[in-house]
């Protein structure tokens, strides 16, 4: 468990991260979000004991993480998946990382072959593509088969194989029941992939919460209904607590779920062509969800963008 | 892909887990780092050949131009004229071993393995200062007999390594070698950058050279002494050489080790200190 007390981090006059609190909840996969500048690395640097805190504490399970003997066992990150020397091999780049980190020899190709690096493993890391040295960078992170696994925006620059790639590894590795935080600028990377999202703006702390709460509370949630006697209907739904907007021979009915609204009709002998309930999109429960926060437009217009 | 080819084989996994990193394992984890770098092996290898070729170029050239040797002519002396250019090379490696872990951005790879910033600094230096070790004493020993061979093949004078004042200048040297490209290791750290480090380390070591005979006795004995260079070369080379800048050799190491101790003990809380 990842937890942020109260944290604050200056660089000189840039004031990164502002009073940030928040728990990563065990076993579950939860997105880190903001916009580009909102303070997620600086974060997830200060989780892994590389920046200090200007005030506040940031633990790992219960410690700082400088005081862990073995941290690899215990949390695997990838931050800068170009970190690493050109000349090395993929062998050799891994094979000082586990014996820093105390992990067995053979515990290295085990994770090159976990991200398809096998076939490259004696070839020099100057030819790796960017899709390759984030593999390389993920099986780093699983050395120590670690519980808590955390990666800043590890699909950022890539293309679309490679973005499917990373996602179906981590659809894999949150089956497995572990602690994944992930970091993104793009909401909608989000949607697919996490349970729960913490979403800061500008060092802060906008939302905090699960993605299904999120949408499940939106207001734009809705019915739409489709029905030849649709001037009879609406009275009649409007009595049960519905309210009712008509869009190009639709009704938008919000207030009442699907199946009291085929009960009505029912009831009526109404007949209906069309019941389908629309869940709104992450993006738009978001933008409901911090109307007003000025950080949280930087979020939609990056996202956007 | 199976979700179960994830996990490692749970007898490594619990066997590692109770393993707690220790100072052998960043040594070992530094050492194949910083050893399977080609350009660990092309430094070293070219400050031991660069050492060695001056020494055998300045040889030769004596040996073909020279007639009649003055009294004061060193054989020692000269056959370590390549030093100047080895602990050039040397310093440029000092630096890299660790700015190159800033510009690549691995230090923070290795920081996350290993937190215990304070042994990784440790380990850092004793190695790299094992290897500089290793290779100025090859260096001088090898420049020594490449120039007493070389200048008995023009008939002139030699020494032996079993006359106690060349082997003090020999061996020396060799032992010596190693304090500027530790400062410049110690710059890396601090400007975490290879420019910064060689500038400022080759400065603190070219300064007296550059300046020392432009500038008044008194002021060479008086400021130039002080400078880390001639401390140490008054412990390799004052009991053959002479300086006004040279102090005793007492107050040479006293002088030398200061500075080495602020440099690198600034080094070692920027290092434990600062963010990664
Ligand atoms: N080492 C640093 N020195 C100075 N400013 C920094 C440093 N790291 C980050 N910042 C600043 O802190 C803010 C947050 O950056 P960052 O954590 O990288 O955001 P994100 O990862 O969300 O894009 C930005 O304004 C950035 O410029
Ligand atoms: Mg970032």
């Known amino acids: ?28 996969v939860t997105g880190f979000l903001g916009p580009n500048g909102a303070g997620k690395t600086t974060t997830m640097r200060m989780i892994l004991g590389l920046d200090n805190p ?18 690899m066992h215990q949390i695997g990150a990838l931050l800068d998946a170009k970190a690493a020397n050109g000349g090395h091999t993929a062998r050799q780049h891994l094979g000082w990382i586990a014996r820093a980190g105390g992990i067995p020899a053979g515990r290295v190709d085990e994770v090159l072959e976990l991200v398809g690096l096998a076939d490259v493993a004696g070839r020099r890391l100057g030819g ?80 905090n919460t699960s993605i299904a709460a999120v949408t499940q509370q939106s207001a734009s949630n809705h019915v739409r209904v489709v029905s030849p006697r649709s001037a009879d209907l609406v009275p009649l739904l409007e009595r049960a607590g519905a309210t009712v907007n008509a869009e190009d021979g639709a009704l938008i ?18 007949e209906l062509h069309e019941l389908s309930p629309r869940r709104a999109s992450l993006e738009a429960a978001f933008m409901e969800l911090t109307q007003g926060s000025q950080q949280y437009q930087g979020v939609l217009s990056s996202s956007a963008a | 892909m199976t979700t179960a080819t994830i996990s490692s084989n749970s007898k490594i996994a619990t066997r590692a ?28 290898g070219l400050g031991f050949l660069l050492s060695v070729a001056t020494t055998a170029i300045a040889c ?26 080895g602990v050039i090379v040397f310093t440029v490696f000092g630096v890299m071993a ?33 290897m500089l070790l290793v290779a100025g004493l090859a260096s001088t020993i090898s420049m020594f007999y490449a120039g007493q061979a070389l200048l008995g093949a023009y008939g002139m004078p030699t020494a032996s390594l079993a006359d106690p004042d060349a082997a003090r200048m020999v061996l020396g040297l060799g032992v010596a070698m190693p304090f500027f490209p ?45 400078l880390p260079s001639n401390g140490m070369d008054t412990m390799t080379s004052g009991h053959i050489q002479h300086s006004p800048a040279f102090p005793d050799p007492m107050v040479g190491a006293v002088v030398a080790a200061t500075w080495f101790a602020v440099i690198v003990g600034a080094a070692y809380l920027a290092f434990v200190r600062r963010d990664a």
């Open chain 1, 253 to 270: 009915v919000t207030g009442i779920e699907a199946p009291a609204i085929g009960k009505v009709a029912a009831g009526h002998g109404l």
């Open chain 2, 98 to 130: 660790v700015s190159r872990e800033y510009a690549s951005g691995t230090i923070r790879l290795t920081l996350t393995a290993t937190p215990a910033r304070g042994r990784v600094f440790l380990a850092k230096f004793a190695l790299v200062g094992t």
């Open chain 1, 128 to 207: 790796f593509s960017l899709g390759m040295y984030q593999r390389l960078g993920i099986a780093a992170a699983l050395l120590g088969d670690p519980e808590t696994l955390i990666f800043d925006e590890p699909v950022n620059g890539l293309d679309p194989e490679g973005i499917r790639w990373i996602r179906n590894f981590l659809q894999c590795l949150a089956s497995e029941g572990r602690t994944i935080l992930l970091s993104s600028h793009l909401m909608s990377e989000m949607e697919a992939t996490a349970d729960h999202v913490i979403v800061i703006g500008r060092g802060r702390l906008i939302a």
């Open chain 2, 17 to 44: 887990a109770t393993r707690r990193t220790g100072f052998i394992d960043i040594l070992a984890s530094e050492w194949s780092k910083l050893a399977t770098l080609r350009a660990t092996q092309l430094t070293l």
């Open chain 2, 182 to 226: 530790l400062i410049g290791f110690a710059f890396g750290v601090l400007f975490r950058s290879t420019a910064g480090g060689i500038t400022t380390a080759l400065g603190l070591h070219w300064l007296p050279q550059i300046f020392g005979q432009l500038v008044s006795e008194s002021f060479q004995e008086n400021v130039l002494s002080l």
């Open chain 1, 54 to 71: 200007s005030s506040g504490t940031v633990t790992v399970n219960g410690r700082c993480y400088r005081d862990i003997g073995a941290p």
């Open chain 2, 60 to 85: 030769i050239a004596l040996g073909t131009t020279q007639d009649d040797w003055s009294p004061d002519f060193s054989p020692v002396t000269t056959s370590m004229i390549g030093v100047a250019f």
């Open chain 1, 1 to 28: 468990m990842i937890e942020v007390n109260d944290v604050t981090k200056r660089y000189g006059e840039t004031l990164a991260v502002d009073h940030l609190s928040f728990a990563v909840k065990p076993g579950i």
